[in-house]
C-alpha cells in the first residue's frame, strides 16, 4: 500500500496582487513534501502528477502537462520525474510546464492534488488533497497607497463609466479624434453643442459618424470647414435628406470624390437638396451613379454643367430607355422600336423608305467608291427585299431573293487569274460516296442517315473544297458541281474519241469483206481444190 505520510505547501499568492507588473509576480507555487511506500521513506526517482482542483466539484482547474482540465476525478496524462530522498521531495508548480492562470483563484479554496508512482507499484493517489494558503506579501496587495495607480498599472479598458466621477471628463482630457460613433448617445450632439467650422478631419475618425449621432438638420454648411468632410469621415448610407438642410451643401463643402454611391441612400438626393450647378464630372466617380440612385425628376438642366456629364460617368445600367427622350428608339409595353414609335414585335424596325431597314457591317464607308462599292463583312436587308450576305474575306456575296432562291456572285468582273480546268475525271472517279450518321444524333431514333463525302477524302483530290482545322473542316458541296460538269466535258472528249476509232475500225471492216467477196468460188469443187488464200493485213 502507497500512502502519504506527511506534506505541507508554502503557497504565493497570485490572485491578490494582480495590479502589481508581471516581473514582480512569482508567477508559480514552491511545494515541498514526504512520501513513503510500505511506511518505508522512498528514495529514487519517483513519477509525480500534480493538479488544482476545486474541492467542491473535484474538477481540475489546473494540471502541469495541461490535460483533462476541467475533468473530475481525472489525473494528468504524463508525470513529472523528481529526485526523492529519503522521502523528501521538492517542485515549483508552473515552472516545468504548463504556467499557472492567476483567475484560477478566484474559484474558493482551492487545492493540490498529487499521484505518485515509485515506478514499481503502480500511480496512487496522495491524500488528502492540500489547501493552498496565501503568501506573506499578499495580505500587502489588499490596500493601494495614494498615487500608486499610473497610466502604465491601468490595463487598456479596464475603466468603465461607474469608474469616473460627474463632469470628469473635459474637452482637455480628450485627445483629438479619439471620440468615435460608440462613444455618443444618440442625438446627443445639436446644432448648439457645436461651434462654427468646430469640426475638421482631425477631430473625427473615419467612419466615426453615423446618421444616428445626428439630429435632424443639425449639419448646416456653416458648421463644416470647407472641403473637410471626405468619404472615410462618413460611414454608408449616413447622410440622408432629414439630415441636410436644403440647398446648404455647395462646392465647397465637399471634397473632390468625397461623396459616392455608397454614402448616399436610393433616392435620397432629389433636385432640393443640390445648389444649382452643384454636381460637376470630377464630383462623380466613373460609373458610379445608376438609374436607382435619382430620385424622379431629380437631375434637370440647371443642376448639371454643360458637357459634364461623359460616356465614363455612367455605368453599364446607368442609363435606361425611360431617362431617354427624343432620337429614333421608343419602348413601349416592352417592344422596342427603332424608327418608330408603335413597337408591335420585342424589336420593331421600321423602314422608312430612304434607307436599308437592317444593314451591318464593319467598313466605316461600305458604299463609297473608293473601295468599288465592296462592302465587307455585311448582311443587309434592301428595299427591293433582297437579303445579301457579304464574305468579308475576299468580298463576294450571297443574295436570297424574293422567290427564296439563293444565288451567289458569279460575275467577271470580280473575277482574275481566269484558267481552265483538267483532270477531273480521274479525281471524280477517285471520290468516295458514302452515307452516314453524325455522331451527335446517333441515338435519337429519329435522326436520318445522311449521304456525302468526308472532308479528309476530298481534301486530297480537291483540297479548294475544304476548309477548316482538323476536327472542325467544312466541304464547299456547291463545288462539286462545277467538279461533275468538268469530268463530264473529259468523258465526253473520250467518248467522241472513242467513236472516231470505231468509226475507222468500220471502214476497214468493209474494205476488207469486199476483197474477200472477189475470192469466193462458184462450184463446191473449185472450193475443195482451190488454193488456200491468205489475206494480209491492210495497213491502216
Not at 508525470?79 to 526523492?84: E, M, Q, R
Not at 515506478?119 to 492540500?130: A, E, Y
Not at 445522311?450 to 479548294?464: M, R, T
Amino acid at each position: 500500500m502507497l500512502r502519504r505520510i506527511f506534506g505541507w505547501t508554502l503557497i504565493i499568492s497570485i490572485a491578490a496582487i494582480l495590479p502589481v507588473r508581471g516581473q514582480d509576480i512569482p508567477l508559480h507555487i514552491n511545494h515541498q513534501g514526504v512520501v513513503a511506500v510500505f511506511g518505508e521513506r522512498f528514495t529514487g526517482q519517483g513519477e509525480f502528477r500534480f493538479a488544482l482542483v476545486d474541492p467542491g466539484t473535484g474538477a481540475n482547474l489546473w494540471t502541469h502537462d495541461d490535460t483533462n482540465v476541467g475533468v473530475q476525478d481525472q489525473q494528468p496524462d504524463t508525470a513529472v520525474s523528481l529526485t526523492v530522498i529519503s522521502g523528501l521531495y521538492a517542485v515549483r508548480l508552473g515552472e516545468k510546464g504548463n504556467l499557472i492562470d492567476p483567475a484560477i483563484f478566484d474559484t474558493p479554496d482551492v487545492a493540490l492534488r498529487i499521484w505518485f508512482d515509485d515506478t514499481l507499484n503502480g500511480t496512487h493517489l496522495l491524500t488528502p488533497d492540500q489547501p493552498i494558503a496565501s503568501a506573506p506579501f499578499a495580505f500587502h496587495s489588499a490596500t493601494v497607497d495614494d498615487n500608486a495607480i499610473t497610466t502604465e498599472k491601468i490595463a487598456n479598458g479596464t475603466v468603465s463609466t461607474a469608474d469616473l466621477a460627474g463632469n470628469a471628463v473635459t474637452s482637455a482630457k480628450i485627445t483629438n479624434g479619439t471620440v468615435t460613433a460608440a462613444d455618443l448617445a444618440n442625438n446627443s450632439v445639436d446644432t448648439v453643442e457645436i461651434a462654427d467650422n468646430a469640426i475638421t478631419k482631425a477631430k473625427m475618425t473615419n467612419g466615426s459618424v453615423d446618421t444616428d449621432e445626428l439630429a435632424g438638420s443639425a449639419v448646416t454648411s456653416a458648421k463644416i470647414a470647407d472641403g473637410t468632410v471626405a468619404t472615410t469621415d462618413l460611414a454608408n448610407n449616413s447622410v440622408n435628406g432629414s439630415k441636410i438642410q436644403d440647398g446648404s451643401v455647395g462646392f465647397a463643402d465637399l471634397a473632390t470624390g468625397s461623396v459616392r454611391s455608397a454614402e448616399i441612400n436610393d433616392g435620397a438626393v432629389g433636385t432640393d437638396d443640390l445648389a444649382g450647378g452643384a454636381v460637376t464630372s470630377l464630383k462623380i466617380a466613373n460609373g458610379e451613379v445608376m438609374t436607382n440612385d435619382l430620385a424622379d425628376d431629380a437631375v434637370t438642366g440647371s443642376k448639371i454643367n454643360d458637357g459634364a456629364v461623359g460616356a465614363n460617368n455612367l455605368s453599364s445600367s446607368g442609363a435606361s430607355l425611360n431617362k431617354v427622350s427624343g432620337g429614333k428608339m421608343w419602348m413601349n409595353s416592352n417592344n422596342v422600336g427603332i424608327g418608330t414609335d408603335s413597337a408591335t414585335a420585342r424589336l420593331h424596325i421600321q423602314y422608312d423608305g430612304s434607307h436599308n431597314a437592317i444593314h451591318m457591317n464593319n467598313d466605316a464607308d461600305p458604299d463609297s467608291s473608293t473601295n468599288g462599292g465592296i462592302n465587307q463583312g455585311q448582311i443587309r436587308m434592301n428595299s427591293s427585299g433582297f437579303l445579301r450576305m457579304r464574305n468579308r474575306i475576299d468580298a463576294t456575296w450571297a443574295q436570297l431573293d424574293s422567290s427564296g432562291s439563293w444565288s451567289c456572285c458569279s460575275d467577271r468582273n470580280y473575277k482574275s487569274d481566269i484558267s481552265p480546268l483538267g483532270g477531273l475525271l480521274s479525281k471524280a472517279l477517285a471520290l468516295k460516296p458514302v452515307s452516314f450518321y453524325y455522331k451527335t444524333l446517333r441515338n435519337d431514333p429519329s435522326a436520318e442517315k445522311q449521304i456525302g463525302f468526308i472532308a479528309q477524302e476530298v481534301e486530297g483530290l480537291l483540297p479548294s473544297l475544304v476548309s477548316g482545322t482538323e476536327g472542325e473542316k467544312t466541304m464547299n458541296y456547291s463545288g462539286l458541281g462545277v467538279v461533275a460538269i468538268g469530268a463530264i466535258h473529259e468523258m465526253h472528249a473520250e467518248v467522241e474519241s472513242l467513236q472516231a476509232e470505231n468509226d475507222d475500225l468500220r471502214d476497214r471492216l468493209e474494205c476488207l469483206e469486199a476483197l474477200v467477196a472477189t475470192f469466193a468460188p462458184s462450184e463446191s469443187k473449185r472450193i475443195e481444190s482451190a488454193p488456200v488464200l491468205k489475206v494480209a493485213k491492210v495497213a491502216p
